[in-house]
């Protein structure tokens, strides 16, 4: 089963999150700085919730601002993991219908943290392809450079969390 490329293969990002449509933003905890050493990205209050794939601990956000954590791995997802993936893309729907700025994250903010945006871009009414394009150009190249994560969105991930759930 293909998963993705080794960590040590993956450049940092060269910021610590990216809007992808107006008030959803993808990030992750390490960036590039501008010397490009590495440095820790930190949420503090930037944002109204917080979806956090891969918790840190120092890397916030602040106390009284809303911060899911449903911890996944970069890899194959279960069914019970990929409907908290789909739970997570919903809660990040209905905060941007209440206008609220949402940052989805994970280590890099490109694999975990794509598959909860691109979802949740569907469920805005993009197709699976527009999500993916749109967050390669919008944060970067590597982002969901997991093939399984593409092939889960590319099924739709209902569908594939009942194939996962029947291979149990």
């Given at each position: 089963m293909r998963t993705r490329r080794k960590q040590s293969d993956v450049?940092?990002?060269?910021s610590p999150w990216s809007e992808?449509?107006?008030?959803l933003w993808m990030?992750?905890?390490?960036?590039?700085?501008p010397p490009g050493q590495l440095e820790f990205a930190v949420v503090r209050d930037q944002f109204d919730l917080v979806l956090?794939?891969?918790r840190l601990?120092?890397?916030?956000?602040?106390?009284?601002?809303?911060?899911?954590v449903w911890p996944i791995p970069d890899g194959p997802l279960d069914g019970t993991q990929l409907a908290g993936v789909m739970r997570l893309a919903q809660a990040a729907?209905?905060?941007?219908?209440?206008?609220?700025?949402?940052?989805?994250r994970c280590y890099h903010g490109y694999n975990r943290s794509g598959l909860v945006v691109a979802h949740a871009l569907v469920r805005l009414g993009h197709s699976s392809d527009e999500?993916?394009?749109?967050?390669?150009?919008?944060?970067?190249p590597w982002a969901l450079h997991n093939e399984l994560?593409?092939?889960?969105?590319?099924?739709?991930?209902?569908?594939a969390r009942l194939l996962e759930e029947l291979t149990e």
């Open positions: 450049p940092a990002p060269d992808i449509v107006p008030g990030g992750g905890h390490e960036f590039k700085g956090t794939l891969l601990p120092g890397h916030g956000p602040d106390p009284g601002v809303e911060h899911h729907c209905d905060a941007l219908d209440d206008g609220r700025k949402v940052l989805v999500a993916i394009r749109l967050i390669r150009t919008r944060r970067s994560f593409v092939e889960y969105l590319q099924t739709g991930l209902p569908t």
